[in-house]
């Protein structure tokens, strides 16, 4: 990703060790400010508070944290705890549950002296696939809007996306957004719906924002109108990320995605899901049933923050006074609504044997279609 001319990735390591430090996208679009994560706390702060978010960028930042708790302190004790403190920071995204547990497991063997380097080169290691991974979901994804594209010769593709699956939510690339980086960077004319995924608003604030900053044509709208835009021809397919994807294909991502896909079904709108192999929960089955769906604070949803005329920034009560609110964070859409994942390791169909064929390994001992 480039902001104003510079390279950047979401998550490095500070220059003086120790330390992380990440853009705080709880400023974006209006400020980009970088902030240093120097303890467990301040790392399960900025998960929790959502300074980073995005289901692979979760990982990438718990795994550092748990490289700074090694720094802290490398004993089994401290080990424990601070996997416990950023476990607990979000529910839904099982990225966290697998970035935390390939730390624990490789540091577990080793004595406490060996831990904190090794921490920290495990946690590069999370950040380096993460890219990579990134980077072939966006190869796997660019061929479907190219099919597209060839079907319409001199016209746009036209591509809706929900919610924020792109740079920001992961390390480099993103998942739902890498196809559309890549086709524009290959000369297709793409051009992209964004809902504006209330009540954080990560499409309004976010998706613009990275997609104007790669040259990609946008348009921000409010979650309601994807349906109208369906029915009326306007889109061609869509693509959005996902926080939990089950082994039979069931997809949990931000709130609203669900609503979408139904509206894609109807109007024969192909509905894509971009992820990478971390995003995949082999232990369930039933996404509906089985997701944790996080509750985010309601003042998310009664409040607005913005910026001023004046430059500043503020926030601003939109609800009735008293008037309870209810901030469901997630949702699941069920596989048969789904047309297909775009995989690391391409394209598949939403079921069970769809993911199985190409991640035959993990399969093998995860809950099969005919299982409870
Ligand atoms: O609450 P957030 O902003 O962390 O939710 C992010 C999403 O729902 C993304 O679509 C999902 O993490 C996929 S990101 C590659």
Known sequence: MRIDGKAYRTIWEAQDGGAVEVIDQTLLPHRFAVRRLDSTAAVADAISSMVVRGAPLIGATAAYGLAIAMTEDASDRHLATAYDTLYRTRPTAVN?????????????GLAP???????????????EDDVETCRRIGEAGAGLIEAVAARKPGETVQVLTHCNAGWLATVDWGTALAPIYMAHDRGVKVHVWVDETRPRNQGASLTAFELGAHG?????IADNVGGHLMQHGKV???????DRTTSRGDVCNKIGTYLKALAAHANA????VALPHSTIDWTLRDGVREIPIE????TELTHMT???????????EIVAPGSPAANFAFDVTPAHLVTALITDRGVCAASFEGLASLFPDEARGAHGPGES
Do not use: K, N
């Not at 509750?295 to 309601?298: P, V």
């Open 96 to 108: 966290l549950r697998w970035a935390l547990d390939r730390l624990r497991s490789g540091l577990g």
């Open 113 to 127: 002296s060996q831990r904190p380097a090794a921490a920290w080169a495990m946690a590069a290691e999370i950040c």
């Open 216 to 220: 990609v044509a946008h348009t921000v």
């Open 236 to 242: 061609d397919l869509c693509i959005v990320g996902t």
């Open 269 to 272: 709108v192909p509905f894509y």
């Open 295 to 298: 509750e985010r604070d309601a």
């Open 306 to 316: 913005g910026r001023l005329p004046d430059g500043s920034l503020a926030t601003v």
